[in-house]
C-alpha cells in the first residue's frame, strides 16, 4: 500500500555522518551498537528484507551516543501518535480547541492503549492526516523535518504509508523533556502511565526504578519504541535518555506474533545497552561517585 518504492535493504547499518566530529564515548558505544547489529543480520535474526534504525542520546550532558540510519524515512505505525497529541495541544493553546473531559479520556486511550479509534478522533479535529502534517511543520519545522502523514488508523491496525524518521522522533522527545512545546507535562503523564514497552518490560539488567515516557508501534512490518528514560543512581541523582529502536519489513511478517516478539526483544537488549553506557558514564557503579563529579572539572552542556 505503499505510495513511494522502498529503498533496497541495508546489507549493514551505518551511521549517518555528522558534524562535528563524534566524541571517544560516542564512537565507541555506536560502534558496538553497530557490532550488535551486524551480528544478528550475519545470523539470520534480522533479515535482509528489514531495515532498522536507532538513535541514543544523553540528556544530562546533551551528548549523542549513537545515531544509525536516523534520517531513514521509515513507518510511523503508532509512533505518530504523540505528534498527533502535539498538534492537537497546539490548538488547545491557540484557542481553537478545549482539553475537554472526553479529549483528555481519549487521550490516554491513544497513547497508553494505542486505541486507532481515538487517534482518528483527535486528526478529525485537525482537519485529517495531511492537515495535521502541515500543523505540525508550519509550527515545529525544528522538530518535524522528515514526517509524512497521509491516512488514518484503520481499526485493523494496518497502517504503513505514515512515515518519520528516527531524526524526528528524537527532536521530538528531546523537545518534549526540555518543555519546550505546548502541554509538555500532560504529554509526559499521558506517556509515563504504565504498559508494556520494549524498552524495560521483560529487558533484563533495567533497574525496576527507571522511569519511562515513549510511544510503541507495531504492525506486521514494523516493531518500534522510542521513549524518554530516566535512571536513577544510589545517590538519588536522576539521568535522562533517550533510546529509540526502529526493525521495518518489506512485506507483512508471515509469523506475526513470534516476529513482533523477536523483534521487540532485539530493540530491549538495545536499550539495556543504552542503560549500561549511561551507567558507565555517570559511574553508577562507584560508591564514590558524587564527590567524584564534585572533584572533576566542571563540563560544559552544549
Not at 551486524?38 to 542520546?57: M, Q
Not at 506517556?191 to 510511544?215: I, W
Not at 545517590?235 to 535522562?240: S, V
Request: some cysteine; proline content about 5%; overall charge positive.
Amino acid at each position: 500500500n505503499a505510495v513511494t518504492a522502498q529503498a533496497a535493504p541495508q546489507p549493514v547499518e551505518q551511521a549517518a555522518p555528522r558534524q562535528p566530529a563524534p566524541t571517544l564515548n560516542e564512537v565507541a558505544f555506536e560502534a558496538r551498537l553497530g557490532q550488535y547489529l551486524n551480528e544478528l543480520r550475519k545470523s539470520g535474526k534480522i533479515k535482509k528484507d528489514e531495515r532498522t534504525a536507532w538513535a541514543v542520546y544523553d540528556l544530562t550532558d546533551n551528548t549523542k551516543l549513537a545515531g544509525i540510519n536516523e534520517e531513514s524515512l521509515l513507518q510511523t505505525a503508532s509512533l505518530m501518535k504523540p505528534f498527533i497529541a502535539l498538534a492537537y495541544f497546539h490548538e488547545v493553546q491557540q484557542g481553537r480547541q478545549q482539553y475537554t473531559d472526553k479529549a483528555r479520556r481519549l487521550m490516554v486511550e491513544m497513547i497508553r492503549d494505542s486505541d486507532n479509534a481515538s487517534a482518528d478522533w483527535f486528526m478529525r479535529l485537525l482537519g485529517g492526516p495531511a492537515a495535521t502534517e502541515k500543523l505540525l511543520k508550519q509550527n515545529y519545522g525544528h522538530i518535524f523535518r522528515d514526517i509524512y502523514m497521509v491516512e488514518y488508523i484503520p481499526r485493523n491496525g494496518r497502517t504503513y504509508r505514515n512515515k518519520a524518521s528516527v531524526r524526528d522522533y528524537m527532536a521530538f522527545l528531546h523537545s518534549l523533556w526540555e518543555d519546550r512545546i505546548p502541554y509538555s507535562d500532560e504529554i509526559k503523564r499521558v506517556m509515563m502511565l504504565h504498559k508494556r514497552n520494549r524498552l524495560t518490560t521483560s529487558a533484563r539488567g533495567m533497574p525496576q526504578d527507571t522511569e519511562v515516557y515513549d510511544k510503541t508501534g507495531t504492525t506486521s512490518r514494523l516493531c518500534g519504541d522510542m521513549g524518554i528514560l530516566v535512571a536513577r543512581r544510589k545517590d538519588g541523582k536522576r539521568f535522562p535518555y533517550i533510546v529509540i529502536g526502529l526493525i521495518e519489513k518489506t512485506s507483512p511478517a508471515s509469523r506475526y506474533f513470534s516476529w513482533m516478539r523477536n523483534r521487540g526483544d532485539i530493540i530491549r537488549r538495545v536499550s539495556v545497552m543504552a542503560y549500561e553506557e549511561i551507567a558507565s558514564r555517570h559511574h553508577f557503579n562507584a560508591p564514590d561517585a558524587v564527590m567524584a563529579e564534585v572533584q572533576a572539572p566542571a563540563q560544559a552542556v552544549q
